[in-house]
C-alpha cells in the first residue's frame, strides 16, 4: 500500500503490500509514514494489532516503529490463509483503526500486487505464531502430560512421570557444545507459554542453563499457580567448587530468578570431586530451611554416591543421567533403584545430544509397529522403566507428541530389541565425558585431580 500523509507535513509515504507473505500463508507488510501524527497512528495501531491477535486465523501482528525516524513504521500481519486475512478486513477493530487513521494519510492506500517475500523462517505457521497464552486465545490445551502419573519419591513426596527439559530454551549457553553453530532458540517465553499449554507441570531448570530468569518470568507470565508446578534446578560445578557459601547463594538467586519461592527438586549437577559432599551437606540445610523441598543429583556414579553415604548424609531422592536404549547403564540404575533412589532420564531422544536417536532402525520398526513416532518409542521405554522422562522441543506440536506415551505400550521383546542398542563404544564415550565434565568451569578443568577413573560404567 501505498501512502501519503496530508500536504503541509512535508513528508511522502511509501508502503507496501503483499499478499502472500511466505508460502501458504496470507500476510501483509506495511510501511507507513505518520508524520506529526506519529502517537496518534501508533496508539491505534497498537490497539488495532492488539485486537487482531485474538483473531482465530491470525499467527501475528507487529507493529514496528522505526528509531531514527520514528514516524515511519512497519505493520507486519501474517494470517493463516488468505480467507483468514480477508476475514480481518471485516472487523470491528479493524474498520475502526481504518477509519481513525484515514484522516492522517493524504490519498487513500493503494495496494501493490505482485510483491512476494519468501519466508526464510519457514512456511510451518507455527513459525510465525505468538504463543496463545501471549496471544489471549483460548488455550488448545492438552491434559496429557498433566494428568501423567507421578512417581513416588524415597522421602515420602512425589514428581510427576513426565516433565519439561529447560536446556536451550530461549538460550544456548556460551560453553555448550556446539553453541557457536547452534540455530538461534525460539523464545523462551513462547516455548514455557507453549509447553503449559501442552500440558507439561514439571519444569527442569539448571544454573547452568543460563535461562532460569527467562523460564521464571514466562512461568509467571502463564498464570499457573505454583501449587501446580514442579520445578527443579541444578547447581552447577563453579560453585560446587567455591564451596558452601556459593552453593547458598546460588540456590537462593536461582529461586528469585524463577519466581517459585521454594524449589521443589534441588540438585548437584556434576559430582566434582572433593566438593560435591559439601555442596550436597550445605543443600541439606536449604532443605531444613524450607526452601527446598526434595534432594537429588545427577550425574552420579556408583562411586559418588558412596562419597556421600560415607559421609552419613541423607540419600538423594533422584539422580538425573543419561538414560535412553543407547546408553543403558543398567548395573548403575539397578544400584541406584536399589535404594530407592528414582532416575530421571535426560536426552532419552538424543543420545549424546544427536538426534539420530530417532532414526535408529529398531526404533523406527517399533515406531512402525505401534504407529507412533520415534519419540514416543523412546519415551514410552522411559515410562515403562520407571524412569522420569524430561523431554524438550521449542514445537508446539512436538511437546504434545512427546507427551503421548501413556496411551499404548511396548511388549517384553520390544523392550529387550531396544535394550540391545546400548554398545560398549558408547559406555567408552560416557566415561569420556564424565572425565571431563566433573571438573568442567572450574579451576581445576583440564586436570585429573581428585577425579575417579575407576567407575561403573555398565
Ligand atoms: N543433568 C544433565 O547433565 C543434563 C544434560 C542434558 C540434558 N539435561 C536435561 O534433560 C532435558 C532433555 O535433554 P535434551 O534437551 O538434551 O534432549 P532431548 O529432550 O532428549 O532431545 C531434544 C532434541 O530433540 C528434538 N526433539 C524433541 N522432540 C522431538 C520430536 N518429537 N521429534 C523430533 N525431534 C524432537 C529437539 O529439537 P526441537 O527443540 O527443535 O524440537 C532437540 O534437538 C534437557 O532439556 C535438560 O533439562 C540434563
Given at each position: 500500500?501505498?501512502?501519503?500523509?496530508?500536504?503541509g507535513t512535508g513528508?511522502?509515504?511509501?508502503g507496501?503490500?503483499?499478499n502472500?507473505?511466505?508460502?501458504?500463508?496470507?500476510g501483509?507488510a506495511?510501511?507507513c509514514?505518520a508524520v506529526?501524527r506519529?502517537?496518534a497512528?501508533?496508539?491505534a495501531?497498537?490497539a488495532?494489532?492488539?485486537?487482531s491477535?485474538?483473531?482465530?486465523?491470525?499467527?501475528r501482528?507487529?507493529?514496528?516503529q522505526?528509531?531514527?525516524?520514528p514516524?515511519?513504521?512497519?505493520?507486519?500481519e501474517?494470517y493463516s490463509s488468505?480467507?483468514a486475512a480477508a476475514?480481518h478486513?471485516?472487523?470491528q477493530?479493524?474498520l475502526?483503526?481504518r477509519?481513525?487513521?484515514?484522516d492522517m494519510m493524504?490519498?487513500?492506500?493503494?495496494?501493490?500486487?505482485?510483491v512476494?517475500?519468501n519466508s526464510l523462517?519457514?512456511e510451518e505457521p507455527?513459525?510465525w505464531s505468538v504463543?496463545?497464552s501471549?496471544?489471549?486465545?483460548a488455550?488448545?490445551s492438552?491434559?496429557?502430560?498433566?494428568?501423567?502419573?507421578?512417581?513416588?519419591?524415597l522421602?515420602?513426596?512425589s514428581i510427576?512421570s513426565i516433565?519439561?527439559?529447560?536446556?536451550k530454551?530461549?538460550?544456548v549457553?556460551?560453553s555448550?557444545a556446539?553453541?557457536?553453530a547452534?540455530?538461534?532458540p525460539?523464545?523462551?517465553?513462547?516455548v514455557?507459554a507453549?509447553a503449559?499449554a501442552?500440558g507439561?507441570?514439571?519444569f527442569d531448570?539448571?544454573q547452568?542453563?543460563e535461562?532460569?530468569?527467562?523460564?521464571g518470568r514466562a512461568?509467571?507470565?502463564?498464570?499457573?499457580?505454583?501449587?501446580?508446578?514442579?520445578?527443579m534446578s541444578k547447581?552447577w560445578?563453579?560453585?560446587i567448587?567455591?564451596?558452601a557459601?556459593?552453593?547458598?547463594a546460588?540456590?537462593l538467586?536461582?529461586i528469585?530468578?524463577?519466581?517459585?519461592e521454594?524449589?521443589?527438586?534441588?540438585m548437584v549437577?556434576?559430582?566434582?570431586?572433593?566438593?560435591h559432599?559439601?555442596a550436597?551437606?550445605?543443600?541439606v540445610?536449604?532443605q531444613?530451611?524450607?526452601?527446598v523441598?526434595s534432594l537429588?543429583?545427577?550425574?552420579?556414579?556408583?562411586?559418588?554416591?558412596a562419597d556421600?553415604?560415607a559421609a552419613?548424609?541423607?540419600?538423594?531422592?533422584v539422580n538425573q543421567i543419561e538414560?535412553?536404549?543407547?546408553l543403558?547403564?543398567?548395573r548403575?540404575?539397578a544400584h541406584?533403584e536399589?535404594?530407592?533412589?528414582?532416575?530421571q532420564?535426560y536426552r532419552?531422544?538424543?543420545?549424546f545430544?544427536?538426534?539420530?536417536?530417532m532414526?535408529?532402525e529398531?526404533?523406527?520398526?517399533?515406531a512402525?509397529?505401534?504407529?507412533?513416532?520415534?519419540s514416543q518409542?523412546?519415551?514410552?521405554w522411559?515410562?515403562q522403566?520407571g524412569?522420569q522422562?524430561?523431554p524438550?522441543?521449542?514445537?508446539r506440536?512436538?511437546?504434545d507428541e512427546?507427551?503421548?506415551?501413556?496411551?499404548?505400550?511396548?511388549?517384553?521383546?520390544?523392550m529387550?530389541?531396544?535394550?540391545?542398542?546400548t554398545t560398549?563404544?558408547n559406555?567408552?564415550?560416557f566415561k569420556?565425558?564424565?572425565l571431563?565434565c566433573?571438573?568442567r568451569d572450574t579451576?581445576l578443568?583440564g586436570s585429573m585431580?581428585?577425579?575417579?577413573?575407576?567407575?561403573t560404567?555398565?
Amino acid at each position: 500500500v501505498h501512502v501519503h500523509v496530508k500536504p503541509g507535513t512535508g513528508e511522502d509515504v511509501i508502503g507496501m503490500q503483499c499478499n502472500r507473505f511466505g508460502g501458504s500463508l496470507g500476510g501483509r507488510a506495511f510501511w507507513c509514514r505518520a508524520v506529526i501524527r506519529d502517537k496518534a497512528f501508533r496508539e491505534a495501531s497498537v490497539a488495532n494489532a492488539a485486537a487482531s491477535i485474538r483473531e482465530p486465523g491470525n499467527l501475528r501482528f507487529d507493529v514496528v516503529q522505526e528509531r531514527e525516524d520514528p514516524t515511519r513504521f512497519i505493520l507486519v500481519e501474517v494470517y493463516s490463509s488468505a480467507g483468514a486475512a480477508a476475514a480481518h478486513k471485516e472487523t470491528q477493530h479493524y474498520l475502526k483503526w481504518r477509519e481513525c487513521v484515514a484522516d492522517m494519510m493524504a490519498e487513500p492506500r493503494k495496494v501493490v500486487q505482485g510483491v512476494k517475500y519468501n519466508s526464510l523462517a519457514g512456511e510451518e505457521p507455527w513459525r510465525w505464531s505468538v504463543s496463545p497464552s501471549l496471544s489471549g486465545k483460548a488455550l488448545p490445551s492438552s491434559p496429557i502430560a498433566a494428568a501423567a502419573p507421578m512417581l513416588p519419591l524415597l522421602d515420602g513426596r512425589s514428581i510427576p512421570s513426565i516433565g519439561f527439559g529447560c536446556y536451550k530454551v530461549g538460550v544456548v549457553p556460551g560453553s555448550a557444545a556446539g553453541a557457536a553453530a547452534a540455530a538461534k532458540p525460539a523464545p523462551a517465553m513462547q516455548v514455557i507459554a507453549d509447553a503449559i499449554a501442552a500440558g507439561y507441570r514439571c519444569f527442569d531448570s539448571a544454573q547452568f542453563y543460563e535461562n532460569e530468569d527467562l523460564v521464571g518470568r514466562a512461568l509467571s507470565a502463564s498464570g499457573m499457580p505454583r501449587s501446580e508446578l514442579y520445578i527443579m534446578s541444578k547447581v552447577w560445578t563453579n560453585k560446587i567448587f567455591e564451596g558452601a557459601a556459593a552453593v547458598r547463594a546460588q540456590c537462593l538467586k536461582t529461586i528469585q530468578d524463577l519466581g517459585c519461592e521454594y524449589l521443589d527438586l534441588y540438585m548437584v549437577h556434576w559430582p566434582v570431586p572433593g566438593k560435591h559432599v559439601e555442596a550436597y551437606k550445605e543443600m541439606v540445610a536449604l532443605q531444613s530451611e524450607g526452601l527446598v523441598r526434595s534432594l537429588g543429583v545427577s550425574n552420579y556414579t556408583v562411586e559418588d554416591l558412596a562419597d556421600l553415604q560415607a559421609a552419613g548424609l541423607p540419600l538423594p531422592t533422584v539422580n538425573q543421567i543419561e538414560i535412553n536404549p543407547f546408553l543403558y547403564r543398567k548395573r548403575t540404575i539397578a544400584h541406584f533403584e536399589g535404594l530407592g533412589i528414582r532416575m530421571q532420564a535426560y536426552r532419552a531422544l538424543c543420545n549424546f545430544g544427536k538426534t539420530a536417536s530417532m532414526e535408529n532402525e529398531i526404533v523406527l520398526s517399533l515406531a512402525a509397529k505401534h504407529g507412533r513416532s520415534a519419540s514416543q518409542v523412546l519415551g514410552r521405554w522411559c515410562i515403562q522403566k520407571g524412569f522420569q522422562h524430561i523431554p524438550k522441543s521449542e514445537r508446539r506440536e512436538r511437546m504434545d507428541e512427546n507427551a503421548r506415551v501413556f496411551d499404548f505400550a511396548l511388549d517384553s521383546e520390544d523392550m529387550n530389541r531396544l535394550e540391545g542398542l546400548t554398545t560398549e563404544k558408547n559406555l567408552e564415550t560416557f566415561k569420556s565425558t564424565y572425565l571431563k565434565c566433573v571438573l568442567r568451569d572450574t579451576p581445576l578443568e583440564g586436570s585429573m585431580e581428585g577425579v575417579k577413573t575407576e567407575i561403573t560404567l555398565e
